[in-house]
């Protein structure tokens, strides 16, 4: 049977799910997990989604998130990406660390919000890996008790919703979680025809009327040229494209290409085509992604620019 398309539009708020292929474990110690939120802070402040909750237990992943203009697929492309790249090089393997298709439910943000940030940071308690959720250290559980400075999360519209006040709504909060504890149903909320949306009837007809009128596919936007990148990173690298896609091979030459690859797919390009225009071989393109944060300054400038 066919898959069912990905429902994206702007300003969708979707529970993810990303498990290890073959259920195989894909955090062994907390360099592992503090990768893995470098780089979800790293791509919340380029792609501008919103984080209401998130969970990372040994073999899977929760997130609870809002995008913004970039859609999810393109989103989680990069995280999933990024963090192979640093599994298979730290731990010597090969391949697909996580399983190919995530599951992204979209969810219906006034009815489901507060429920679902409590069914993800249970989830290490329905695990039987800790009694308390506040015990267990890699969700964002503790974000909202105040317990640390958690920039990750935007906890205020979760906040708002049980006191305008922040000490009186954390109390409420942590009851409210505290409540559920005893619960043991995995998937209360996803028993629909439709497991790609959580929400009635009314929301479902929303929701299909968003990706009618507002789908990223629908969006009449223009690509960036390839050509009209590389004039960008001449302009703000100050070595001329023909040196840039040339065979030159110095320092400055070389963060220019590192730094025109990086920028090129974020706009959406495949690495193949970058390469093609780089007169370079595409194993090029990943050497470049796996030192993606060492030209992220400039990659924004010329993001900016274009």
């Not at 939120?37 to 997130?63: D, G, P, Q, W």
Request: hydrophobic share 35%.
């Amino acid at each position: 049977m066919a898959r069912k398309p990905r429902i994206e539009y702007e300003g969708a708020v979707y529970h993810v799910i990303v498990r290890g292929n073959q259920k195989q474990v894909v955090f062994h110690d907390k360099h592992d997990y503090k990768k893995y939120l470098s780089l979800l802070t790293s791509y919340k402040e380029r792609t501008k989604f919103c984080l209401y909750a998130y969970v990372l237990m040994e073999n899977h992943i929760h997130l609870l998130l809002e995008t913004g203009k970039v859609p999810l697929s393109k989103i989680m492309q990069g995280l999933n990406q990024g963090y192979t790249m640093y599994y298979n090089r730290k731990y010597s393997k090969v391949g697909h660390l996580f399983q190919g298709r995530y599951k992204a439910i979209i969810c219906d943000l006034d009815r489901y919000l507060v429920v679902l940030v409590r069914y993800l940071h249970l989830n290490p308690v329905r695990a039987r890996i800790v009694e308390k959720p506040e015990n267990y250290e890699w969700s964002g559980h503790c974000g909202y008790l105040g317990k640390n400075n958690n920039s990750l999360l935007d906890e205020d519209t979760v906040l708002r919703i049980f006191a305008e006040h922040k000490g009186t709504s954390r109390r409420l909060y942590r009851k409210f979680v505290e409540l559920a504890i005893d619960e043991t149903s995995n998937n209360e909320y996803y028993s629909g025809e439709d497991t790609r949306v959580l929400g009635d009837e009314v929301f479902l007809d929303q929701v299909m009327k968003q990706v009618d009128e507002n789908s990223f596919e629908n969006q009449k936007t223009k690509k960036v040229d390839l050509d009209m990148l590389s004039l960008a990173v001449e302009k703000v690298t100050g070595v001329p494209v023909r040196d840039i896609i040339g065979k030159g091979q110095s320092l400055s030459v070389s963060r220019a290409r590192h730094i025109f690859i990086v920028a090129g797919m974020e706009l959406g390009y495949r690495g193949k085509d970058i390469a093609t225009c780089l007169n370079r071989d595409p194993a090029l393109v990943s050497r470049c992604l796996r030192g993606s944060e060492q030209v992220h300054e400039e990659v924004k400038k010329i993001l900016k620019k274009v």
